[in-house]
């Protein structure tokens, strides 16, 4: 009985994360049609705010609530300075992310070393229900996801900005002649995609420990994620991740992990093979 | 340029003549990806897989089997290749509805990914470190080993291989791939079956990829994870959209810039060098979305003209 519950909580755990870093990259794929292949370096930029705060005396977690804000500004910049060419074309957008988010990668690689840089739980301890223990922390990054996907709704569905994007998504000029500015709409959302995987990285640092090819790992899982949620939705991809998170961390408990790892993938590619719109088709929030 | 090519082992140290040898092998992995993304515009973002699985089948059988003759391994490499690009690109190019590019690029990209974690774990491949001291390959009684004869051989190969592309490139089925990049509604309209186009081009270029990495194994005496991941699967991007996608020579001499550059920078820069890289993929993709070659040649070359008139009307035009 407590096995099975330690195994259920690491399985939720591990699909929070999944699901936090996949929220922001699914709003720039499916608000913006873009694959950013710089996403993942957004979440190291994260990781490394939150270590440079530490590193500097500060609270962990003033680094956690920086980080968020600052990921987002610079997201801000680049849209406004690089990404903004990219739309007409996805293919080339892949390419141009994945060529920003390579010097971003090399300049923290260069700032940290080779190193694997650790960074304390903000709240240590253990969470203690009947006779198992759990990580205090990561019940926290469960809560904590809870909480953004639910504010990240409510932002897309009930405020007049959510409406605005979803105005801009669904039909650009028509938004643009009822005298939304798209081009601003399109920046806010990608700071803000930047900024959700910001938060990501800050909050996983203690987990993972801070190292330059932190967000790689995670990237693949993002876009098979955003994949198999579907495209074009706030829900598709947070369902994707949450199927992707969830099956690669309990596999693993039935199967060879080496095994879980691939068929986790050759899935997730045949699903979307047969199901190209993805678990949750349309558009909208 | 031959000519160049073709002297340098003679005029090169030969620890330089053995990096010139990894050049030419790399650029014929880069003409395998010139030919599916720069003529069919298929983004295949795991071109790797072929090129490791390849690298991976050889060393096997090099080292369970014992078999290093060229005449078998270099076939061999080619067929596994072919087999894995027939696979996947069957899967995620063939069916009832025509598979997005976006869909095509991230399931390779996937599917390099995966292997990469499969070579990784599995104790039969080495685990982590690979494969290591492959033995040489062998015609008959001679070995060869690193050095002009090696690079000599791998040349040719590449002299062949080009010369097979732009045959290639320069038929009909050529210009039909050209379309496809171009418009790929419009020429399914005229008929082509553009799937079947599409998971041809991508076969033969995994078929290449694969004849690459077996060289490539055989050259470097060892295979390890990174042949067959992500990693190596967008720096074979990088050569050809720096050098110019849909030319093939293009895809030499992004493979040879990026190469030499990186070659001499990394005594003294080694840290700085994958920033700079970054930096110019980036001014490249921005500005010159085309490559360098296109400082030299028009955009016209890439769509390609085929048959006499064509010619004539070039020559007149010029």
């Known amino acids: 009985m407590a096995s099975t519950f330690v195994a259920a909580f690491e399985i939720l755990s591990f699909g929070a994360i999944i699901v936090l870093v996949v929220l922001g990259l699914g709003i720039i794929a499916s608000m913006m049609g873009i694959f950013n292949f710089a996403q993942g370096e957004f979440v190291l930029l994260g990781a490394y705010v939150t270590y440079l705060a530490y590193s500097h005396g500060m609270p962990v977690w003033s680094g956690m609530v920086g980080a968020p804000f600052l990921v987002g500004a610079f997201g801000f910049v680049l849209e406004a300075l690089i990404i903004r060419r990219f739309y007409a074309t996805p293919i080339v957008a892949m390419l141009g992310t994945y060529a920003l988010g390579l010097i971003i990668r090399e300049v923290v690689r260069g700032l940290i070393g080779g190193f694997y840089l650790t960074v304390p739980e903000p709240i240590g301890g253990s969470i203690d229900i009947g006779t198992v223990h759990v990580s205090a922390w990561r019940f926290t990054i469960i809560v904590i996801t809870l909480l953004v996907m639910g504010a990240c709704y409510l932002l897309l569905s009930r405020t007049s900005f959510g409406l605005r994007v979803r105005a801009t998504l669904e039909n650009p000029a028509l938004a643009r002649a009822s005298g939304i500015s798209t081009p601003l709409i399109y920046g806010a959302t990608f700071a803000f995609g930047a900024a959700l995987a910001g938060l990501a990285g800050a909050l996983i640092v203690p987990v993972f420990s801070l190292f330059a090819d932190l967000g790689i790992r995670f990237l693949i899982q993002g876009f098979v994620a955003v994949m198999v949620g579907g495209v074009g939705s706030f829900i598709g991809p947070v369902a994707g991740a949450g199927v992707i998170g969830t099956l690669s961390a309990a596999l693993p408990w039935i199967m060879s992990p080496v095994v879980a790892d691939v068929l986790v993938f050759v899935l997730a590619i045949a699903f979307v093979k047969f199901r190209p719109q993805g678990l949750i088709a349309g558009k909208g929030v | ?318």
């Open chain 2, 1 to 318: 340029m031959l000519i160049i090519a073709l002297v340098l082992p003679l005029v090169l140290e030969d620890y330089l003549t053995v990096f010139a040898t990894r050049v030419v092998i790399l650029a014929l992995f880069a003409l395998s990806f010139d030919l599916v993304w720069g003529y069919a515009g298929i983004m295949s973002f795991g071109q790797a897989l072929f090129f490791g699985s390849a690298g991976y089948g050889v060393a096997l059988l090099a080292r369970d089997l014992d078999i290093t003759s060229i005449l078998l391994v270099l076939p061999a490499g080619a067929l596994i290749g072919l087999a894995f690009s027939l696979l996947l690109g069957g899967f995620l190019l063939l069916g009832r509805n025509p598979s997005s590019v976006i869909f095509v690029s991230l399931g390779t990209l996937t599917g390099s990914y995966a292997a990469d974690r499969l070579a990784r774990g599995w104790y039969y491949l080495g685990g982590q470190n690979g494969i290591p001291s492959i033995s040489s390959m062998t015609l008959g009684g001679y070995e060869f080993s690193e050095g002009p004869v090696y690079y000599y051989l791998a040349l040719a190969i590449l002299v062949v291989v080009y010369l097979l592309c732009r045959f290639l490139v320069r038929s009909q089925f050529g210009l039909a791939l050209a379309g496809l990049r171009e418009n790929e509604a419009r020429i399914a309209f005229f008929g082509y079956q553009t799937q079947h186009l599409k998971a041809i081009v991508f076969t033969v270029g995994g078929a290449i990829a694969g004849l690459a990495g077996s060289l490539y194994a055989f050259h470097e005496g060892f295979v390890w994870p990174n042949m067959v991941g992500v990693v190596v699967s967008t720096q074979v991007v990088l050569y050809v959209l720096f050098g110019g996608s849909g030319t093939l020579i293009g895809a030499v001499i992004g493979t040879a810039i990026i190469e030499g550059v990186s070659f001499w920078l990394s005594d003294n820069y080694r840290d700085i060098w994958p920033i700079i890289l970054g930096v110019l993929l980036l001014l490249v993709i921005m500005f010159r979305p085309l490559g360098l070659i296109s400082f030299v040649l028009g955009e016209r070359e890439r769509v390609g003209s085929f048959g006499v008139k064509a010619k004539e009307k070039r020559d007149a035009a010029s």
